[in-house]
């Protein structure tokens, strides 16, 4: 038990700990409870976080800091606004790797001391401040450490343009304390403003209001004004510039890079209007997206305002762009109803999924939609048999305790979740489910969920009592076990079966280059790759290279795939490719399959090793914590 829990139990308040009853509770009965036990109904208690936030808990951030690419450090302050709820004598933030030069009280900026707890490999460490009961500010001087993990600082050679250095960060899940002292837990909302001040060639953009072009001092100011969870503050600086795409949204990236990313997301503005329609207004006025340098470990991150994305989606004819659609969607699915702990992923990523379809659906039809289903069970197929189908990670509520939570977090929570929700979906008919997902957005907008809130609000509003509807949903079989529940709905999609065919045909006998794929989107080429079989002659890898070029595709996922194949069955034609993808991406949904499979023999380790050791310096330390363990 937490110290904070005892503290609840002696004020007679344990039974609040977010319960399915406290929900209702919450929402009726603000006006007679006590700021504390508001704040309690708001916060699931959090393994990765050491913040106290019944106790005190920060409401605002102002942020002061200077960037400085020679010694890779950021410095400054980070004074927050606080609320003392329990009118002790302590706050306490997360930190990690931080040097804490000094703390001082109030606005006339008192000194206080202060303490950092003990260190722990995933958590770093606590910062306990002394404080007095009517403590309203505290700010913390503070240096990052060169090995920030968060943070990826790269050389010019690094970039597209090669000019100029580059800096971005990634705080999910528990890596902004690694760039900021901060109650780093997905319970704790912020709002906040910064000033930055970074070389004056470069432009600096936030998880905020963002400056359109850079200014000659090289100072910039942000203001977040909505309340924001810890894992989505966010900082890129660079030699950027910024595209209008439509009057809400638009597109920040290198200048080598901007009219390639301006061609692939033209359609950025329809999604959000799409999105709007299912499901309500979007509530953070702009939506625009920074493409980042290819080291970028993630395909996406839903900074708020400002979406990160990798350059591998520009693939020159937009068939990747469901990525923006769920980076979009999370505008909604993470960013505004926010999960309480890691524990919920689920609720951020399988929403999210969910309505990442829903959007496909509405721009491109159903069958593109159901392409993309098929790929995502393909994916949770392949994640089930490698956990096991019995493991308790494959529940939809996990348990990550003592755990990294980045390592805890699998396809599961992505696809299990959407499947469960399409489930729900079927049983109810989509117009009763999407006035359902509307009331669930607006009943929790910028305020914490978890499984047994969403639960709560499901029974209430959904099932109402009604046995063989529950039965059908059962909440039972999807969110607390593991696997899939037996009688699940198997995504099908008519174009696919189309793929089938051609596969057949080339399986028995036809030659490559007579098969009809005059009109197959990436998807199709990726159903295709993926079902080759295991064991293929060489003959059979140079027919397929031959007819489809596949080898030198401009696809990432297709190309990627691809490789697979080529390592399994020594296909060396594709090994100089192979090397210059791998010493070019970072991302790591790309990089563990292709050196895994590379791992699988002697001789391949060898290359792997080989690869690694030139590429790992491109590789942001979310991909190598990963490799480095997997190619120890
Ligand atoms: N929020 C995630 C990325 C993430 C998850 C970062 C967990 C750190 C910890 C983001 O929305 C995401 O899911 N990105 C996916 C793309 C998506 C289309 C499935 C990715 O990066 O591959
Ligand atoms: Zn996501």
Same mark, same amino acid.
């Given at each position: 038990m937490k110290p904070y829990q005892q503290y609840l139990l002696g004020l007679g308040l344990a039974g609040s700990l977010c319960l399915p009853a406290c929900t209702t509770q919450t929402n009726t009965n603000t006006e007679t409870m006590t700021t504390a036990q508001q704040a309690q109904n708001q916060i699931s208690e959090d393994v990765h976080s050491y913040a106290e936030p019944t106790k005190a808990v920060a409401r605002h951030l102002d942020l002061d800091i200077a960037v400085n690419f020679d010694t890779k450090t950021l410095s400054g302050t980070a004074s927050y606004d606080i609320e003392n709820l329990a009118k002790g004598n302590e706050i306490i933030f997360d930190t990690r790797g931080l040097q804490i030069e000094k703390v001082y009280l109030g606005d006339k900026q008192e000194e206080t001391t202060f303490r950092l707890g003990e260190s722990d490999k995933y958590l770093g460490q606590p910062l306990h401040i002394t404080i007095k009961p009517e403590t309203k500010r505290v700010t913390i001087v503070y240096k990052t450490s060169p090995d920030a993990a968060a943070l990826q600082w790269l050389n010019p050679q690094q970039t597209a343009g090669k000019k100029h250095p580059f800096l971005f960060t990634q705080s999910q899940a528990i890596l902004a304390r690694t760039w900021i002292p901060i109650q780093d837990s997905p319970g704790i909302r912020i709002t906040y403003s910064a000033k930055v001040q970074v070389p004056k060639e470069l432009l600096a953009v936030m998880s905020a209001e963002n400056p359109i072009e850079k200014n000659a001092t090289g100072n910039y100011s942000f203001e977040m004004k909505q309340p924001i969870p810890s894992y989505l503050m966010a900082l890129s600086v660079g030699d950027l510039v910024f595209s209008k795409v439509g009057a809400q949204t638009g597109i920040y990236a290198e200048p080598a890079t901007i009219k390639a990313a301006a061609y692939e997301f033209a359609e950025m503005d329809k999604m959000l209007v799409a999105a709007e329609k299912l499901y309500g207004k979007y509530r953070w006025d702009r939506y625009d997206l920074l493409v980042l340098p290819p080291s970028f470990p993630f395909g996406g991150m839903e900074n708020p305002r400002l979406t990160f994305v990798t350059p591998t989606v520009l693939a020159k004819d937009r068939s990747l762009t469901s990525l923006i659609a769920h980076?979009?969607?999370?505008?909604?699915?993470?960013?505004?109803?926010t999960n309480a702990t890691w524990d919920d992923f689920w609720l951020?990523?399988?929403?999210?999924?969910?309505?990442?379809?829903?959007?496909?659906?509405?721009?491109?039809?159903?069958?593109?939609?159901?392409?993309?289903?098929?790929?995502?069970?393909?994916?949770?197929?392949?994640t089930l048999k490698e956990l096991g189908e019995t493991s308790e990670d494959t529940r939809l509520k996990l348990d990550l305790e003592g755990r990294d939570p980045d390592e805890g977090l699998t396809d599961i929570a992505y696809e299990k979740g959407n499947f469960f929700l399409q489930n729900i979906e079927q049983a109810v008919g989509r117009q009763k489910f999407d006035a359902f997902l509307n009331k669930y957005f607006n009943t929790f907008a910028f305020q914490t969920t978890n499984t047994d809130k969403f639960l709560e609000f499901l029974r209430t509003e959904l099932i109402k009592g009604?046995?063989?509807?529950?039965?059908?949903?059962?909440?039972?079989?999807?969110?607390?076990?593991?696997?899939?529940?037996?009688?699940?709905?198997?995504?099908?999609?008519?174009?696919?079966?189309?793929?089938?065919?051609?596969?057949?045909?080339?399986?028995?006998?036809?030659?490559?280059?007579?098969?009809?794929?005059?009109?197959?989107?990436?998807?199709?080429?990726?159903?295709?790759?993926?079902? /080759?079989?295991?064991?293929?002659?060489?003959?059979? &890898?140079?027919?397929?290279? #031959? $007819?489809?070029?596949? !080898?030198?595709? *401009?696809?990432?996922?297709?190309?990627?795939?691809?490789?697979?194949?080529?390592?399994?069955?020594?296909?060396?034609?594709?090994?100089?490719?192979?090397?210059?993808? /791998?010493?070019?991406?970072?991302?790591?949904?790309? &990089?563990?399959?292709?050196? #895994? $499979?590379?791992?699988? !023999?002697?001789? *391949?380790?060898k290359k792997a090793l080989a690869i690694y050791a030139k590429a790992r310096p491109n590789y942001h330390a979310v991909s190598t914590v990963t490799l480095d363990e997997m190619l120890k």
């Open positions: 980076e979009l969607a999370h505008s909604w699915s993470g960013n505004l109803v951020n990523e399988g929403f999210t999924v969910y309505f990442e379809r829903r959007i496909m659906e509405e721009l491109y039809g159903k069958s593109y939609a159901d392409m993309l289903n098929v790929l995502g069970y393909q994916d949770l197929q392949n009604d046995e063989a509807l529950a039965e059908k949903i059962n909440i039972e079989g999807w969110v607390f076990s593991p696997g899939l529940p037996q009688d699940h709905v198997v995504p099908t999609s008519e174009r696919f079966t189309k793929v089938e065919e051609s596969y057949q045909a080339w399986k028995n006998g036809k030659p490559a280059a007579q098969l009809n794929t005059k009109d197959w989107s990436s998807h199709e080429w990726l159903h295709f790759i993926r079902m /080759l079989p295991e064991q293929m002659s060489q003959q059979q &890898l140079q027919d397929l290279d #031959k $007819a489809f070029n596949l !080898t030198n595709s *401009g696809n990432s996922e297709v190309l990627a795939a691809w490789f697979i194949h080529t390592i399994r069955n020594n296909y060396t034609t594709a090994d100089k490719a192979l090397e210059t993808f /791998l010493t070019n991406v970072g991302r790591r949904k790309f &990089l563990v399959p292709i050196y #895994k $499979a590379l791992a699988a !023999t002697p001789e *391949g380790k």
